[in-house]
């Protein structure tokens, strides 16, 4: 049974920063690319940051040069460290792990969502 659980949302002024932090149980982080996707109110889930189990990171044009997707394989944690955060990142933010080690796999597992909000 694999779960994964996100933390960290919540309410930012425009400008601000936030880390959302993903713990996996079940498997190890580092034997899967992992991602972060993003939801908003009536819209479709769309990607935000990939990383590859040889650690090449991707990301949304939207959020390229503030988001910055990182792991730590010990604490089988996936973190998304946004800054500079806009009004149009308010969203549900969902983690997800991979098929397999390459993210062109695609995706089949995720967590529940934490709420983030910009003002």
């Known amino acids: 049974h694999v779960q994964l659980v996100e933390s960290g949302g919540g309410s930012v002024q425009a400008g601000g920063s936030l880390r959302l932090s993903c713990t996996v149980s079940?498997?190890?982080?580092?034997?899967?690319?992992m991602g972060w996707f993003r939801q908003a109110p009536r819209k479709e889930r769309d990607w935000v940051a990939r990383l590859d189990r040889s650690g090449y990171t991707t990301f949304a044009d939207s959020v390229k040069g503030r988001f910055t997707i990182s792991k730590d394989n010990a604490k089988n944690t996936l973190y998304l460290q946004m800054s500079s955060l806009k009004p149009e990142d308010t969203a549900v933010y969902y983690c997800?792990?991979?098929?397999?080690?390459?993210?062109?796999?695609?995706?089949?597992?995720w967590g529940q969502g934490t709420q983030v909000t910009v003002s």
């Open positions: 079940g498997a190890f982080t580092s034997d899967y690319c």
């Open positions: 997800a792990r991979g098929v397999a080690g390459a993210c062109s796999y695609g995706f089949n597992r």
